[in-house]
Nanobody, 122 residues
Framework: QVQLVESGGGLVQAGGSLRLSCAAS??????????MGWYRQAPGKQRDLVAS???????NYADSVKGRFTVSRDNAKNTVYLQMNNLKPEDTAVYYC??????????????WGQGTQVTVSS
């Protein structure tokens, strides 16, 4: 399995910025780490994709964050980042890191981070 440790959440005023980080590690050898990304879940709502990035660097964003958020990764550190600029109150949610990995060439699994709270005040 892959363990994920998230950091960087907090309270910020509207228009401000935050940077989330998620470091992946494993006590066992794995075949590969593939897509990495961020989801968010506001109270009473479903968990939705915010942004994702493939191992080759191809990115995908929710329409609501395009132009404001940037996802990136450091493959050498197995870490994914989410730079959030021009934050809005509607961005308030718990943000979860997600990593797709292959423990063997025949298997594909997903690990989730513990979640980090992002609160944007108006």
């Amino acid at each position: 399995q892959v363990q994920l440790v998230e950091s960087g959440g907090g309270l910020v005023q509207a228009g401000g910025s935050l940077r989330l980080s998620c470091a992946a590690s494993s006590s066992r050898s794995i075949f590969s780490i593939n897509d990495m990304g961020w989801y968010r879940q506001a109270p009473g709502k479903q968990r939705d994709l915010v942004a994702s990035i493939t191992s080759g660097g191809t990115t995908n964003y929710a329409d609501s964050v395009k132009g404001r958020f940037t996802v990136s990764r450091d493959n050498a550190k197995n870490t994914v980042y989410l730079q959030m600029n021009n934050l809005k109150p509607e961005d308030t949610a718990v943000y979860y890191c997600a990593v797709d990995f292959k423990p063997t060439i025949l298997m594909s699994l997903r690990s989730w981070g513990q979640g980090t709270q992002v609160t944007v005040s108006s």
